[in-house]
């Protein structure tokens, strides 16, 4: 059974998960790097950033690096919003933009584009993006489809994520809440009253100040 | 030196520090007693709920315990909000209300209640209520006189809370995160934001769900 799961999705103390005023030089606008700060010293992200020629252990292997890590264990495509992809908004001026990620992208596998202008197929290194103005459920569906078996990563932004709570899609859901107050962005909860009684929630610290709280869909 | 401490403030995981509709029967509105869930079981409030004939140790005696106990140290006199104070709204219609503890409130000190319609002093059991039009910095300054040179604690609500954090007048942050969403109410977190540089911030989380925050004024 395919699993929908969300992962290392970071908001503020005050629920935002971006600042404002994004933009292709600041994508999480405002709040720079701060939300994804407990993130860049870990192994999995050192590992994932292209730095061929450093051994495994580079990076910390604490708590941290421990839910960081899950996000990329039986993963077979991805589905995300089309901010993500790239900070352009309404219809493509082009095709040139191939997403923020170079010539190999870390998914390795499908990714489903969420977006009104759909444009073809693209494939980077092993990665195919697979533009589509789909609702949750028929996105859920096509991304079920090309993942060979595997769960599905539903990898933001916010917007998207809560859509597809809304939508009582997603099955795993790793939020990290950093200890900072934004006071201004997009919010992560909002319209989600009493979400956490369709979940069994799991609460953990982390000495960096972080706290990863993991909500997995209770059994129905 | 008189400081100025905030204990035991529950907020749910989107940051609602009371719920909607607060009434008589409802001080937290639709968040009832959710919030403090956390605290009920513990020994300090267990201690502080007029069971005289329960003995110390009839409650938890864990994390939870731990912070909530820290409410009652060293306090020599409280501020609150004319809310948390009576359900009544505008000027009172009589004087009959004499909050919401009873003969024995759990103070045993001088309490400022922050109000436009001041009204006589108050004295019930050990406790007096001193009912004053003051800005925060008057407020602190009237309730660190009558404090016997210990501290003053912030009792809330939440709204008065954010008016000392916004004046820079609070020494000790003791917020507890709730993991529910309660969707609407009272914001504690609005306006206030990069209040973490102001502080050192300190996170440790329980296995009831709960996580403790405590911001504790930088050194400047």
New interface residues.
């Given amino acids: 059974m395919t699993r929908l799961r969300v992962h290392n999705l970071a908001v503020s103390?005050?629920?935002f998960a971006t600042g404002e005023g994004q933009s292709l030089e600041a994508p999480f606008g405002h709040a720079g790097g701060r939300l994804m700060e407990w993130f860049f010293p870990t192994d999995t992200f050192v590992s994932m950033s292209g730095h061929a020629d450093e051994a495994v252990g580079a990076g910390t292997q604490g708590v941290d690096d421990a839910f960081a890590a899950a996000t990329n264990r039986g993963i077979g495509a991805e589905i995300m919003g089309r901010n993500k992809f790239g900070p352009q908004r309404g219809p493509w001026a082009d095709e040139s933009w191939r997403g923020w990620w170079g010539e190999e992208p870390p998914f390795h596998s499908p990714v489903v584009v969420l977006t009104h202008h759909e444009r073809p197929d693209l494939a980077v290194g092993e990665t195919t993006f697979l533009f589509r103005d789909l609702a949750p459920a028929e996105a859920l569906a096509l991304a079920s489809d090309v993942a060979g078996g595997l769960d599905v990563r539903l990898g933001g932004g916010p917007t998207v994520v809560r859509e597809f709570l809304d939508a009582d899609l997603v099955d795993h859901l790793h939020v990290v809440?950093v200890?900072?107050?934004?006071?201004?962005g997009v919010r992560l909860?909002?319209?989600?009253?009493?979400?956490?009684e369709r979940f069994d929630?799991d609460?953990?610290?982390s000495p960096s100040?972080?706290?990863h709280?993991v909500f997995t869909r209770a059994a129905r």
Avoid: N, Q
């Fill in positions: 103390l005050d629920g809440v200890p900072i107050l934004l006071g201004r909860w909002d319209g989600l009253e009493a979400l956490e929630v609460v953990t610290a100040g972080v706290v709280y």
